[in-house]
Each structure stands twice: as structure tokens, then as C-alpha cells.
């Protein structure tokens, strides 16, 4: 019980840190907004290019608990199914003179991040709290909207999601239906 208060505590400290978000953050059902930039290593990503994969967004920073805490299981899931067709990218919201602080924790995973401050496009906006994990299927969906005071992120659950959203198969646009004005 003293964990997870004081996990949410921490979490309501991520809460206030972004009280004034930019822009509108995308809700379950909507589709992902665009994002992409410069990764750490100086790769370039782009979340439209990953159509047809599922992705996993994750607005995280170093300073936050529940953000560490998160990242073994994103790891984890990161490693059983990148190969099928995950992406998966780790959004630091950090300062960006803290840039040599994101990139010494991220030494420690393998999965991608970057940093929002250096982003190209970002119509996620800013988080009003961190962390907040988008599960984004195939389509292009928000399928799922992890955040710690709600729903919390753990390897089984999320691992669980993402393969199944791995097996379902992409909606294929169908032809709009032709009308012919003639009698």
C-alpha cells in the first residue's frame, strides 16, 4: 500500500509539472497524431512510417519514478516482440541540457527514445502528466492509454495487448460504394 501511494504521489507530481498541455492529447479510438524526430542516436523516426506495425508511445522523464519503474517492462516487451512488428519509441520529456542524463538511463535499454524538445512534429502535444504510454494498433488506432494513476503498466498486461493486436490483421479500406445518377 506504501508503494503505491507513494507512487502516485509521484505521479501527481508528474501531474502539476505539465498542467498546461499544448495541444489536445489524443483519447482511445482517435487516430495517433504525428510524431517524429530525431531518435538519441541520431536516426530519424516517424510514426506514420510505422503503419501496419503496432507502436507503443511513451512520454517518460528522468526525474519521474513511475517512469523507471515502467521501463524494465517496456523493455521487456520491447525484446519478445520487436521482431513481429513492434515499434516501440521512449519520448524524454526533459530539459534539453539533460540530454546527457536521458541518454545515460537509456544506455540501460535497448528500445529507442528521443527527445521532445527536439522533435520534427509533434501533434501528441505536451503530456499533462508523465508517464502516459499510447498503444497504437496496425491502423493506426490509440487502442490503449497507459498511465499510472489509472492503469498501470506492467510486462503481462502490456505484453498481452500487443500480441494480440499483432495477430489482428490490418482493416483494409473498403471501395466507397459507386453511385450511378442514371435512371
Not at 89 to 111: E, L
Not at 135 to 142: L, Y
Amino acid at each position: 500500500m506504501r508503494a503505491k501511494l507513494s507512487m502516485l504521489t509521484a505521479a501527481g507530481f508528474c501531474a502539476l509539472f505539465f498542467a498546461s498541455p499544448a495541444r489536445a492529447a489524443p483519447a482511445v479510438g482517435d487516430i495517433a497524431p504525428s510524431l517524429s524526430g530525431p531518435e538519441l542516436d541520431g536516426s530519424d523516426f516517424d510514426l506514420a512510417k510505422w503503419r501496419g506495425k503496432v507502436v507503443i508511445v511513451n512520454f517518460w522523464a528522468t526525474w519521474c519514478p513511475p517512469c523507471h519503474e515502467e521501463m524494465p517492462a517496456l523493455e521487456a516487451v520491447w525484446r519478445k516482440y520487436h521482431g513481429e512488428g513492434l515499434e516501440v519509441i521512449a519520448v524524454s520529456a526533459d530539459r534539453p541540457r539533460a540530454r546527457g542524463d536521458v541518454k545515460q538511463v537509456m544506455h540501460y535499454f535497448t528500445y529507442p527514445a528521443a527527445m521532445l524538445n527536439m522533435l520534427g512534429k509533434n501533434d501528441f502535444g505536451t503530456p499533462d502528466m508523465i508517464p502516459i504510454t499510447y498503444v497504437i494498433d496496425k491502423d493506426g488506432i490509440v487502442q490503449n492509454i497507459l498511465r499510472p494513476d489509472i492503469q498501470e503498466l506492467n510486462e503481462e498486461g502490456l505484453g498481452d495487448e500487443v500480441k494480440s493486436l499483432l495477430a489482428a490483421k490490418v482493416q483494409e479500406k473498403k471501395p466507397e460504394a459507386k453511385t450511378d445518377d442514371k435512371p
